[in-house]
């Protein structure tokens, strides 16, 4: 084993190499994104339309709701949980990532 000074070095350079290889995964992953946020936005937008066209039809024809999950927290009985809730919430966010992929 090296001398105390030695081993503070080593671990400055080893911290300095995890940082940086750190610094440039997430760059990486920053430069990915910005290429494809363009094309996610183009798809989000467009899901957003076909659900604002469904609802329409659907308030025009007079129609409720097929379940709860297209109502916002604030229109729900006050008994739902918190854990209901959350869960409620991770099931549309997958419902809207399926249809997502699905688009793509």
Known sequence: MGSPDAL???AVHRIGARVGHGLADTA????VFAKDAPE????????????VREEA????????PSDDSDLA???RPPAESPQQVIDRLRAS????S???????
């Open 28 to 31: 990486a992953e920053l430069a």
């Open 73 to 75: 927290p604030t229109q």
């Open 8 to 10: 503070i070095r080593a």
């Open 98 to 104: 399926q249809r997502i992929e699905a688009r793509s």
């Open 40 to 51: 996610r936005l183009r798809q989000e937008w467009e899901l957003f339309q076909e659900e």
């Open 93 to 96: 966010v997958a419902d809207l």
């Open 57 to 64: 039809e659907r308030l025009e024809r007079g129609d409720s």
